[in-house]
């Protein structure tokens, strides 16, 4: 992808004078991407754009601010054309201001965060161009730092406005600190003040190492401003920035310069989404790099080099993150590479977004394949350097967040298969004597379970050494208990013989459901009184037993064997007790292939014969603590969650876009003369639009209780395991504990948007005071991400 394609242009048929304004653009968008001299490049085409602004005015500045806020790692390239501009024609160099203040405005009030602060360094760096007043630049940032003043807004809106400034002083800050040192301080105190007061508590559940040995995880505010401390400290001077208004500096400080007009920060609304905080990943120093007197050195985690290397790596992966080879091709060509140990750099950032909380930029997969395409094009350095990220990794296992565990384990077996399955598994083996819920033994045994997922189970017991034998999965096979050799200790063989035949004839629905009514309820012997019972669970098991191990061979024949016999099944599962037999029926007869019951329990749940909430409450039955930990469990309570929640978002699009029509069918029908705008058959009524309300409302209702029913009984598991601790007079802080407490943060990280909105029903009738304050602060963590 190259800068054309970022700015969505596209080639074709034009007038000539189109074809003008096309080439101008082109010229602009590509300036400075050749090996050629930057200063002449810059100097002639600011000449020829002169010439033309009589006649193409509107599209150069258009594109120019296009260029300023979608390119930006050539901001101070685009900031010096529009100074060489404004030194020419001073109308110009309003206009533009105006226009990139506009556009400032505008992206601050749709929050598209990224955006305006790209607009806000791009201002910042046309003052060190003399296009803008010092002055008029610092009255801006006070009028944004006004926000970190007010009451009553969440502190994620402070937050940004505090980063948006701080983050703009590595380009602007010498020109303000030889210009308006005074000012330039009393601005740095105000984000002083500001940090001091600020809740950290939310840094906690963001960390990917719950310890600072031996890297600080630090917050990314607080890691900001000590980097600009630093950079402070040594009087504004970076090595990092290309500045190319340097060389032009006679022509540029002899340019009359523009004040911005005042900004205010349009003001707090409860629509409003603010970018979450995140923690600043660390995983190498300089001690790392080998022959660290031989290369380049590994900025320290507070140069502001390390910010600014970080942030261009950061906007290459997201330029190119649709094409995985492109974007391992620019990560290499990093304009520095010659001046920092790229490879170590490049897997850190990498890393670093795949480990990201809540959630990774992009789909795992991306970061995996990435990886691999680095490994490529650089055979003899990047296998090496991800080695030994590996390495590290392991070893640092114990302090590791959950959810960034699971991402650990699927990249690393995802990375083994495309490598033959090889690896120096001698390394880990003393790890194999310890404790089976310890860290290291338990990503063992996951990566083996992952790889088989991409493999067969033979091949994952050969590719380990024998001594492995303990962490080794069990062998993936079909437990089907109505086999008629059981006739004489089961009851139900020979209903399942007569469903197998029945099964093979393509017998109806109505004729599968007439055997199963003949199976008598075991439960009936247990009932007291007139009380029939809900359900059979003979039947259930007999049948869903019989039918998912007909279509045992593959994916695809249980699918059909599902789609089939639907009707039956969604008979069989009309209340919850008989949904959780269901759930059993199937965990008995593929309880050591957890991908097979991955993917059926997801089929159930799309074809709506298995509730949500009927899964959560099966997966925190006593019948699963033997499961408990392991991570297909949460891979099942994942996509549970996510089924609710794209169950809601589609019937909220759908009531949107009702509303819509109506309004726009009422707006249509008030003139009688205008032809109506929409078809009959899309008309929607207000009927219409209240039936969809009502099935809105019943979503959420369902998806508010599925989230109760989730964070009940993590309450109640984890207080059973205290009280017993506290009695037994033992530590809590137990592996089981460790898990469970991980993956209740898990559950509120990975799905923060929907729970937020129940937190006061979650505080209201769940997480009260009186609730023991180990799991009363993970919820206290979860509410400050947003604060």
Known sequence: ??????????????????????????????????????????????????????????????????????????????????????????????????????????????????????????????????????????????????????????????????????????????????????????????????????????????????????????????????????????????????????????????????????????????????P?????????????????????????????????????????????????????????????????????????????????????????????????????????????????????????????????????????????????FSFAWDDWEASVKFHPEHPQPKFIREVLLKTMRLSYHQRICDMVPKSYASLLPEKPEVNYKYNIENSNIIEGVQYAQTLTTAIRQKNSDEQIINILKDISNPLL?????????????????????TLLFLGAKSFTHSFVAINRYYEVLKWLAESEEAQLCVLRSIFELWRTHQQMLVVLIDKLLKNQILDCSSVANWIFSKEMSSEFTKLYIWEILCLTINKMSKHVNRLTKELSEMREKVGHTTGSSDSEDEEPQVKSEEKVTEEMVERMEEKLESAQGDQKNLFLIIFQRFIMILSEHLVRCDTDGISHDNYWYKWTIGRLQQVFLAHHDQVQKYSSTLETLLFTQDLDPHILEVFHQFLSLRG
């Open 525 to 545: 012997m247990e009932a007291s009184g007139d009380v029939e019972p809900r359900f059979n669970p003979l039947q259930i098991s007999v049948f869903v037993q």
């Open 276 to 420: 979450m905080p995140w923690v600043v990943f660390r995983m190498f120093d300089y001690t790392d790099c080998p022959e660290v007197s031989l290369g380049p050195i590994l900025p320290g985690a507070h140069a502001i080099e390390r910010y600014l290397i970080e942030e261009h790596l950061h906007q290459i992966i997201e330029l190119y993150h649709y094409e995985r080879k492109e974007c391992s091709q620019q990560l290499m060509n990093f304009p520095y590479k010659l001046n920092i140990p790229l490879e170590y750099c490049v897997i850190e950032v990498i890393f670093a977004e795949l480990l990201s909380l809540p959630s990774p930029r992009y789909i795992e997969i991306f970061y995996s394949s990435l990886l691999l395409e680095l490994c490529k094009l650089k055979p003899y350095s990047i296998p090496q350097v991800l080695a030994q990220a590996t390495e590290m990794f392991f070893f640092r296992l114990e302090n590791m967040n959950v959810a960034c565990f699971d991402r650990l384990v699927t990249w690393f077996s995802y990375h083994l298969s495309n490598f033959k």
């Open 1 to 274: 992808m190259n800068a054309l394609d970022r700015l969505g242009k596209k080639r074709r048929k034009v007038s000539e004078n189109q074809d003008i304004e096309d080439r101008l653009g082109k010229l602009i968008i590509e300036v400075g991407e050749k090996n050629t001299n930057l200063e002449s490049n810059l100097e002639g085409l600011a000449s020829v754009l002169e010439g033309d602004l009589g006649t193409f005015r509107a599209k150069v500045l258009r594109i120019l601010t296009e260029c300023a806020i979608k390119i930006p790692e050539k901001c101070t390239i685009y900031s010096t054309l529009v100074g060489l501009l404004n030194s020419k024609n001073y109308n110009f160099g309003g206009e533009f201001v105006e226009h990139m203040v506009r556009n400032l405005k505008d992206n601050l009030k749709s929050c598209n965060w990224n955006s305006a602060r790209y607009c806000l360094r791009f201002l910042a760096d046309l003052v060190n161009c003399h296009v803008i007043s010092a002055n008029s630049l610092l009255a801006l940032f006070d009028n944004l730092l006004d926000a970190v003043k007010e009451e009553g807004v969440p502190m994620v809106r402070k937050d940004w406005y505090a980063y948006a400034v701080l983050s703009c002083l590595p380009w602007v800050g010498r020109e303000l600190y030889e210009k308006k040192e005074h000012e330039l301080n009393m601005l740095l105190t105000t984000i002083e003040v500001y940090l001091n007061k600020r809740s950290k508590k939310h840094l906690a559940v963001l960390r990917v190492w719950a310890t600072d040995n031996p890297h600080p995880q630090e917050e990314y505010l607080e890691c900001l401003w000590a980097q600009i401390n630093k950079l402070r400290q040594d009087n504004w001077t970076e090595n990092h920035i290309l500045r190319p208004y340097l060389a032009f500096d006679s022509i540029l400080c002899e340019a009359l310069q523009h004040n911005i007009p005042a900004i205010i920060p349009p003001p707090h609304h409860p629509s409003y989404k603010y």
